[in-house]
């Protein structure tokens, strides 16, 4: 299953490259016309390679290789509009601004555009037309339970990543069911007892050359994160494996200390004009220190520029992040819609106090709260918190109890899966939440 959604993706990224040199072809071939050359084509290749590539970044950044995009068609129009007027406007700075190449493409950089833009939608209703109602992968689940109920709901609510689900019949034979209804992955519980009589019923299975997956294994794949329904003790032991990533703590370190810096220097300027501009509106306190806690439960001040009224929590104690909080500034609202108040955070990434990609860090007085109502919530202190992270991205921001036990299932993915790939994938996407509203 894993492997059969990895393929999808890349076929919708080889599609998208084929796309943009086909869009590059028809442009010279239409500009030149009758004059066309493959050298004409040949002059404007590579320039226009540098520029695809930061093209495909933002397609990435904008979640366009996230199978889920097609779920609602706004959602799909306003990315694929977004995306397209970004790398435009990429495109001309790449041309006008950097005049390391012999052509400047003027009215033919739109032109690209326009021809990529209609191939390219074209392209995308196809592949998820195909993926959702054609060539689906027929799927079945083992069992009756309630976490098998929860995934199937799961598995049904995502037609879009193409699996069709297949309902077993009880008391018939699993392999005439399996040949019959031609299915290709079955789903079975986590707790095989070698002597049961479902073990022995899945061994005689092993002639239908079918996929045997476990219930929590599929509703990671699928949903991206881990369900605290199907964790025990002994999930954590076969996971969680801390003592193969020593090396990528050290690379991830150093690539925190590289990054952070950069982003402390190219936001510097900013800096004397939003503490002015805190300054002017209350003549309060510029920065805000708050208690957080960190690696192994070590506590440490997060800064932040202050986007509240000075001393706000002396009125109302720690209290949960609301939509609409009346206690924030005029500038401060500014601050957060762009994520501006964030910048200072640098400073503790340099530190050493959290690592750009990480678990989001939480204040003392919630945590001993999450801790009694959260299964196994004292595990993601196992690394060091982070600027942005897997759940920041993949949900909205923390406002209650049952939100901290969502994004815990998003920190325990990102626990288990961790790597430089991911951690690239999710700084990439946090861009994003810097131009869009929650």
Known sequence: MSNTLNIRKIFLFLGDVTLLYFSLLLMVFFDFWREFTWQAFFEHLLPFSFLYLFWLIIFYIFGLYDLKIVRTRINFYTKILGSLLTSLGLGMIFFYLIPYFNITPKT?????????GVLWF???KFFYSLFSYRLLTKVAIVGETNQVRELAKEITARPYLGYDLTPLEAGRDLLSQIQEKKIDTLIVPNDLNSGSQLTKELYHCLPARINFLDWARVYELICEKIPLSFLDRTWFLGNLKEGEKMVYDKIKRGIDIILAGILFIITA??????ALAIKLEDKGPVLYRQERIGKDK?????????????????KTGPVWAKKSDSRITKVGKFLRRFHLDELPQMLNVLKGEISLVGPRPERPEFISQLEKEIPHYHIRHLIRPGFTGWAQIKFRYGRSLMDSQEKFQYDLYYLKNRGLFLDLGILLKTLQLFFRRE
């Open 122 to 124: 074209f392209w995308r």
């Open 298 to 314: 070590k506590p440490f001040l997060l800064f932040k520029f202050r986007s509240m009224e000075p001393e706000a929590e002396e």
């Open 108 to 116: 033919n950089l739109i032109f690209n555009v326009l021809i990529f």
């Open 269 to 274: 300027p900013l800096w004397p004009f939003i």
